[in-house]
């Protein structure tokens, strides 16, 4: 197997096992990791609308941020409101409920990033993370997020 490649499938492979390591914590609070996503960039930035929130979400690219947010208001985690600047547009904020559910979200995700904090040259493999994705749909809906 080629450098390259192997490189794209442990990409994809850690990317799946960190998945299925957030998402068995996530089921017991009722969440997808998609959901709590979600919750988190509300959480981070609140007061967008859907493309706000489609801009900064890395989960699945298949995943329609419309749909996500829709389960998350039908749950009564999320509010939509009117911009009171353009009534076109509908801002997004955390309910009460969306609020404890990201506190609730951000507690197993730190239990999660506490284990890979010691990954050892974690700050190398950080480098060359964002060397790969940089200048790349995903990479830049990180670069919002963080910013």
Do not use: F, W
Not at 70 to 88: C, I, M, Q
Not at 110 to 126: H, N
């Amino acid at each position: 197997m080629r450098q390259a490649e192997q490189i794209r499938y442990l990409i994809l492979a850690a990317q799946r096992e960190g998945n299925r390591q957030l998402a068995a914590p996530l089921r017991t609070i009722g969440l997808t990791p998609e959901q709590s996503e979600v919750l988190r960039i509300l959480g981070d930035h609140d007061n967008l609308t859907i493309k706000g929130v489609g801009e900064m979400l890395i989960c699945d690219s298949g995943t329609n941020p419309s749909r996500l947010v829709d389960r998350l208001v039908h749950a009564g985690l999320v509010e939509r409101n009117t911009d009171p600047t353009d009534r076109r547009q509908m801002r997004l904020t955390l309910t009460a409920d969306g609020l404890a559910k990201e506190k609730q979200t951000r507690a197993i995700e730190d239990a999660l990033y506490e284990s890979l904090d010691q990954i050892p040259e974690g700050a190398a493999l950080v480098t060359t993370l964002k060397l790969i994705v940089q200048g790349r749909v995903a990479g830049e809906a990180l670069n919002r997020r963080i910013s």
